[in-house]
Nanobody, 116 residues
Framework: QVQLVESGGGLVQAGGSLRLSCVAS??????MAWYRQAPGKQREYIAT???????NYADSVKGRFTISRDNAKNTVYLQMNNLKSEDTAVYYC????????????WGKGTLVTVSS
């Protein structure tokens, strides 16, 4: 059972920046991702990063957010720049294991609030 702990959320003004961190309880050799869930909305995909460092982003954050990982520290990061009010959400870390059936682990989330 992989444990994931997010940190780095908080209150920031529009146009500001935050960096989220997610520490895993063990070394992850698989896909790691960030998702978010705004009040009253479904959880949505933000970004993924493979073990080798290949990244992918949702259109809504492309050019503003950067996902990275430090495998030695079992940590994935999300650098968020030029934040907008619509980025307000709880941000969740995810580990996806390509097994049959697939396995997903989730953190408890960290709240990001962007004031306009």
């Amino acid at each position: 059972q992989v444990q994931l702990v997010e940190s780095g959320g908080g209150l920031v003004q529009a146009g500001g920046s935050l960096r989220l961190s997610c520490v895993a309880s063990e070394r992850i050799f698989s896909l790691m991702a960030w998702y978010r869930q705004a009040p009253g909305k479904q959880r949505e995909y933000i970004a993924t990063i493979t073990a080798g460092g290949t990244t992918n982003y949702a259109d809504s954050v492309k050019g503003r957010f950067t996902i990275s990982r430090d495998n030695a520290k079992n940590t994935v990061y999300l650098q968020m720049n030029n934040l907008k009010s619509e980025d307000t959400a709880v941000y969740y870390c995810n580990v996806h294991l390509f097994r049959i059936p697939p396995v997903d682990y989730w953190g408890k989330g960290t709240l990001v609030t962007v004031s306009s």
